[in-house]
Every structure is written in structure tokens, then in C-alpha cells.
């Protein structure tokens, strides 16, 4: 079946660039997401990018794909204490039902 | 503007007995509806997702079912919990077809 991994844990300093990092096997996924959540809430969709772009990008947010590699990254500008929490990349396959497949999430702690 | 909401927020049961959650959703037509469990400290697992009305899809085999009898309604069940069925739920919905998903704040299940 398809598999999504990041790695667990990243630390960064406030004000420096973030990079978190994923990859996943399924060749025929469209979209591509990254969402994040806050302790004890829900998963808020932060961007995504549809599969045939290299690129996004949305304010201090940028998404990489690299299709051949099956590698996507996501770039945080300027990184706040205020970003700290845990960051989850997804892939929907081509389904119907929109199926997403999640990664395990990469918990981003940002010091002052 | 759409509105997703979960409750209860917090639920302690002990293992044997039922359990019932519930997940609505306004301001939308005909969504798609998720159910996912996210385990301590690990990513989130797919386990129920519905197109329509009575129409329900099964990722995971376990002692837990799902049933829609509204259209913006989806509701988690368990005749009898588990120790394992403890865990973080959330419920998410898309437009039909539709390539976003949006999550609910989450129920927290501790199962004693």
C-alpha cells in the first residue's frame, strides 16, 4: 500500500528558515498537502499542491515537489514561536472518496 | 462560511462499554466524511469514510462501525471498547470530489 514518512522531530532558532521533509511510494497520487496541528486540537490545512507543479508558494510558506523523487519539503520563512507544533504531510491517491494518506508528522520546535 | 464539530471534546470509558461520537458539519451539501484515529504520539489512521447518506467505506477492520443517517451528520460507534481503542478522533469532510480536507477539533478517547 502507499507510504508517507517524514522524519519526527526538527529544531530551528527563531527568525532562520524551517525545512521539514517528506517522502511516499504511490506514483499515482494527484495531490499533495501539508497540515498543521497545535496541541490537543485538530489539523488545520495549511497549503497543498496538485502533482504536475514543482512549486508553491503562500506568503512564508513554500512547497517543493520533486515527482521523480517522490520527495516533498515544506519552507517556513522566518520562523516564529508560533509555528511550533506538528507537521503532517499527506498524498491522495486517484480515488474517489479523496482518501488521504498520512505521515507519522514532524514535530517543529522553534526556540527564542 | 462551513463548520465542523465534534463532541464530545473528552470522553473517559471503561473497556466493555459503548461508545457513541458524533460529528456534524454546516454550511455545505452532500460532503465527504472521514473518520481518523490518531494514537499517541503517531500520525493518523484512516478509519471510515462515507460519499452519502447510509453509504460507508471500512480502511480498518476492528470493533468500531460508523453510520450516516443525515447528510451532515457522521457518527462514530463501539458496542464494546478496547484498551486499544483509546486515542485522539478526528472527524474531517470535503466538498464531494473536492481536494481539501477539513478536520473537527477532535474527541480524546481514554479507554481505563
Known amino acids: 500500500g502507499e507510504d508517507v514518512e517524514q522524519s519526527l522531530f526538527l529544531s530551528v532558532r527563531e527568525g532562520d528558515s524551517s525545512v521539514i521533509n517528506c517522502t511516499y511510494t504511490d506514483s499515482s497520487s494527484t495531490y499533495l498537502y501539508w497540515y498543521k496541528q497545535e496541541p490537543g486540537a485538530g489539523l488545520q490545512l495549511l497549503t497543498y499542491i496538485f502533482s504536475n507543479m514543482d512549486m508553491k508558494q503562500d506568503q512564508r510558506l513554500t512547497v517543493l515537489l520533486n515527482k521523480k523523487d517522490k520527495h516533498l519539503s515544506l519552507r517556513i520563512a522566518d520562523t516564529q514561536t508560533g509555528d511550533s507544533a506538528i507537521y503532517f504531510c499527506?498524498?491522495?491517491?486517484?480515488?474517489?472518496?479523496?482518501?488521504?494518506?498520512f505521515g507519522g508528522g514532524t514535530r517543529l520546535m522553534v526556540k527564542p | 462560511s462551513q463548520t465542523i464539530h465534534q463532541w464530545p471534546a473528552t470522553l473517559v470509558q471503561p473497556v466493555g462499554s459503548p461508545l457513541s461520537l458524533e460529528c456534524t458539519v454546516e454550511?455545505?451539501?452532500?460532503?465527504?466524511l472521514y473518520w481518523y484515529r490518531q494514537a499517541a504520539g503517531r500520525g493518523l489512521q484512516l478509519l471510515f469514510y462515507?460519499?452519502?447518506?447510509?453509504?460507508i467505506s471500512s480502511e480498518v477492520p476492528q470493533n468500531l462501525s460508523a453510520s450516516r443517517p443525515q447528510d451532515r451528520q457522521f457518527i462514530l460507534s463501539s458496542k464494546k471498547l478496547l484498551l486499544s481503542d483509546s486515542g485522539f478522533y478526528l472527524c474531517?469532510?470535503?466538498?464531494?470530489?473536492?481536494?481539501?480536507?477539513?478536520f473537527g477539533p477532535g474527541t480524546r478517547l481514554t479507554v481505563t
Open positions: 454550511g455545505t451539501s452532500n460532503p465527504n
Open positions: 499527506a498524498e491522495s491517491g486517484n480515488n474517489a472518496g479523496n482518501m488521504l494518506t
Open positions: 474531517a469532510w470535503s466538498v464531494y470530489r473536492g481536494y481539501e480536507q477539513y
Open positions: 462515507s460519499v452519502g447518506i447510509g453509504q
